[in-house]
């Protein structure tokens, strides 16, 4: 690719920052509080920021010391683990992206509903499935003249998306009440003039909020996805840490802020975007018309970056062999022609799926934290088996050992933690398309001609989990689709 076309570290943090600000942290105020008090809510953010500075650490380290791999967050999973798990994490974490597109679809169409009540109401009724469509198709094009393009485009949708999130914060933070905001801090009493309830002990508020604070930072890894297409590995890992920790204030803030001019109970009751009738209780109505339109450019600018993302990594991973070959075409812009129209089709296919739904929006929210769940877990394992005594970690590397196995080690933990707090029902929904990805894998395999066997002993075994994994969730999701679609 000619240099001209590179990315530099300022393009790469607006890339991350936008992969991660979506419309979804315009409701952070409602889904924080829906069963969190505030002391819940800061002990979610401090395990939130502690996990997710090693997670991006993580990148951060392996863009440096592995700079060879320019292959996305997969390329470490086939170096640590072998070209089966892999291409278990290329293929995860690509339909997670689709899943999270069709999440900002929704999100766009119900933000249209304040504008146009009731013809877009809940996002996914027969309307905003068309119009939805439309934009996933204009995506298309937009993406396929040229990724260079794109990411200019998104830079200016950056701009446009934090300007009514920073105001939000600036006319909170001048009304803030710290006495409402210490009332029923614990969430442990009954209050039924602040509609706050008794939400149960502090571990189960925790945890409630785990699948939401992994939502607004999926994303993190963004730059390494792309990193292909960076001027340096260093501007990747730069741009990872600057875009984690603006991320994580502003998501701080948009959730603690609220409960100090509104209850609890009150916030949780909130239409989404929450943060809308939040400031509308301040300076009036104009507060929702601005937070909706702030969603709409947020969600229309993630929606780019996440097309970007979701047809680099089939791409880069055929080009490796890991992809059957097809998905490796490209057109005369450089973009991955084929990948990305795969894309599109699967994104449109869920479109149609979501009408069914009660509650789309956190259907997509759900799957998606799930899907991309196994996929840093391998990353931070890497890292930790890499790092360890014995490990292949280069000894010339500007970070320490020490420090590299301290970082895998703690995001190994957290992202374990993550697993945990998600449940069950929708790992066994994640099973289904893992194990969907099982021919993909034998077609790239067979193509790719090298004498080897398609898996080896362990690669077998391994298959055969995820098998028995996906057969499991089949019947699961037949015998419980009601309780699934919401």
């Not at 996002?123 to 298309?140: E, K, Q, T």
């Not at 393009?149 to 446009?160: E, H, L, W």
């Not at 890894?221 to 297409?229: C, D, K, Q, Y």
Request: charged share 10%.
């Amino acid at each position: 690719m000619q240099d001209d076309k590179k990315l530099g570290v300022i393009t790469l943090a607006g890339l991350v920052i936008s992969a991660m600000i979506g419309g979804g942290v315009y409701n952070l105020p409602q889904n924080m509080a829906q069963d969190a008090s505030a002391g819940a809510i800061i002990i979610a953010w401090v395990i939130t920021g502690i996990g997710m500075w090693f997670l991006a650490k993580t990148f951060s380290i392996l863009s440096n010391v592995r700079p060879e791999v320019t292959s996305g967050i997969y390329g470490y999973g086939e170096l640590g683990f072998g070209k089966f798990l892999g291409f278990q994490v290329a293929w995860g974490y690509w339909i997670c992206n689709i899943f999270a597109n069709v999440g900002y679809a929704i999100l766009l169409m119900d933000s249209f509903n304040y504008f146009f009540n009731p013809y877009f109401k809940g996002g996914n009724n027969l309307l905003s499935i068309i119009c939805g469509s439309i934009v996933i198709w204009i995506m298309y094009f937009a993406v396929m003249a040229g990724v260079k393009q794109a990411t200019v485009i998104n830079n200016i949708g950056v701009v446009g998306k934090l300007i009514p999130l920073l105001l939000f914060i600036i006319v909170l933070i001048f009304k803030f009440d710290f006495s409402l905001f210490t009332t029923n801090f614990w969430g442990e009493k009954v209050i039924p003039s602040l509609l706050d309830k008794d939400l149960g002990g502090i571990f189960p508020q925790v945890k409630s909020t785990m699948l939401v604070t992994l939502w607004v930072f999926i994303g993190i890894e963004g730059a390494v996805v792309i990193s292909s297409r960076a001027r340096s590995q260093k501007d990747v890992g730069k741009a990872t840490v600057i875009g984690f920790l603006g991320c994580l204030i502003v998501y701080a803030l948009l959730s603690l802020l609220p409960l100090g001019i509104l209850s609890q109970g009150h916030i949780s009751g909130m239409e989404p975007p929450s943060t809308g009738p939040v400031l509308a209780y301040i300076i009036g109505d104009s507060g929702n018309w601005i937070m909706n339109l702030g969603v709409i450019i947020a969600l229309l600018s993630s929606w780019l970056v996440w097309t970007v993302m979701l047809a680099s990594l089939p791409y880069e991973a055929a080009k490796a062999g890991t992809f059957p070959k097809v998905y490796a075409k490209e057109n005369k812009n450089e973009s991955p022609s084929y990948s990305l129209l795969v894309s599109s089709i699967l994104m449109q296919i869920c479109m149609i799926v979501v009408y069914f739904s009660d509650n789309a929006w956190n259907l997509m929210l759900s799957i998606t934290g799930v899907m991309i769940l196994p996929c840093y877990f391998v990353c931070t394992l890497y890292l930790w088996r890499m790092s360890k005594e014995g490990g292949d970690y280069p000894n010339a590397a500007p970070i320490k050992r020490e420090t590299a196995l301290l970082t895998g080690a703690l995001g190994s933990i957290y992202a374990a933690w993550l697993i945990y707090a998600a449940g069950l029902n929708y790992f066994l929904v994640a099973g289904i398309i893992y194990a969907l990805g099982i021919p993909v894998f034998k077609k790239a395999r067979t193509e790719s001609n090298d004498g080897k066997p398609i898996f080896t002993a362990g690669e077998k075994i391994f298959a055969g989990i995820i098998l028995a994994v996906g057969i499991i969730g089949v019947f699961y999701t037949i015998a419980n689709y009601k309780e699934l679609l919401g």
